[in-house]
């Protein structure tokens, strides 16, 4: 399909179903972080769950990674659709 205008920058991706195919899918591929390799589909907020207490608590702030530590909202809790940040008061209602 692409190109669909002038410059355009879009692409395709193939998409295999393996399930339909009848054969079993490769298994998922791993990428760096600062522990070492991690699966190549492991979430940000997924790795921060895994982290130390003080890890997260340095990355969030003491106040926002508490209440990320305990489960009352999420990284996406945290940032407004502009991409502002929303305050520790703002998440604190959210409770």
Known sequence: MPPIHFNCRSTTIPYINYEALGI????????????????????????LKRQPAATVQRILGKGKGKLFLEGKVTLSDMVRSDGREVTLAELKGLE
Not at 24 to 47: F, H, I, K, M, N
């Open 24 to 47: 079993p899918a490769p298994p998922t591929g791993t990428r760096a972080s600062v522990d070492g390799q991690v699966p190549a589909d492991l979430s940000y907020e997924d790795w």
